[in-house]
């Protein structure tokens, strides 16, 4: 194993253990917590779409719709508990238009200093910075809404634009993080590759892959020397650790 992979993986619940409890709840955070994340990530989107109304914790508003979420502050409080005190979080802002909102939330119960705030739009980082510099910063690459290359009829086209997207994203990435504007890369894992993992180092970030439920991928990307996988199961990574012992390495 090299030197860059044998470095301490970040393990990352997505939306705290989706494929346990269902996402963006309580039980999904305490899921993450038994079984040992370092990081857990969860959704925030405003009640309505031009930013105004309560902050939930949803992935989407078809999520939002189907069930009660919880207010940002319900989640928050529940994170802020001694069980999770080592615990880092990555909130992830959906869209722009509410993420100065999120900010205030975050200052009020004092976790700055243990999250990473993470998002696809620009624009609404850019805010964030302007407005507290000492806030980790993660760009979510790329601006998608679902993958495309599961569905026949998108998916070609969409393996064209990741090949020509995978070839520019490390020089881009690498600038983005030089510049101060971000701290961390949040690539979803088709878009991962050497290049890249050697970019998000040399401008002096983290990258963070999503969202790998698949033990080989694990594997893979940490051999790669990635700093943090997102996975619905963190079942997974003891399974991953698992493979790696038997196979020698």
């Given amino acids: 194993m090299t030197e860059s992979s044998a470095k301490r993986l970040r393990r990352v619940g997505h939306k705290g253990a989706a494929h346990i409890e269902h996402g963006n709840t309580l039980a999904s955070f305490d899921a993450a917590l038994r079984y040992s994340v370092d990081m857990i990530e969860l959704d925030v989107l405003s009640e309505n779409p031009d930013g105004s109304g309560a902050l939930l914790v949803a992935h989407d508003y078809e999520d939002m719709r189907s069930r009660t979420p919880l207010t940002f502050d319900q989640a928050l409080e529940h994170l802020c508990g ?145 700093d943090g996988i997102i996975t619905n199961d963190p079942r997974l990574f003891d399974g991953s650790a698992a493979a790696l012992s038997r196979s020698g390495t």
């Fill in 82 to 226: 001694e069980a999770f005190a080592e615990i880092e979080l990555d909130v992830d802002v959906k869209l722009p238009g509410y993420e100065l909102r999120v900010l205030e939330r975050l200052r009020d119960f004092e976790l700055i200093p243990r999250t990473l705030v993470s998002g696809m739009f620009q624009s609404a980082l850019a805010h964030i910075r302007e407005a507290e510099p000492a806030l980790r910063l993660g760009w979510s690459v790329p601006r998608v809404r679902r993958d495309y290359t599961t569905d026949m009829l998108t998916a070609i086209p969409a393996l064209a634009f990741l090949t020509g997207y995978r070839a520019a994203l490390p020089r881009r990435a690498e600038a983005a993080l030089k510049e101060g504007r971000y701290d961390a890369i949040m690539a979803h894992w088709r878009v991962v590759t050497p290049a890249l993992v050697r970019a998000v180092a040399a401008g002096g970030g983290e990258l963070y892959v999503w969202t790998v439920d698949d033990v080989r991928m694990i594997d893979k990307l940490t051999r790669m020397g990635v």
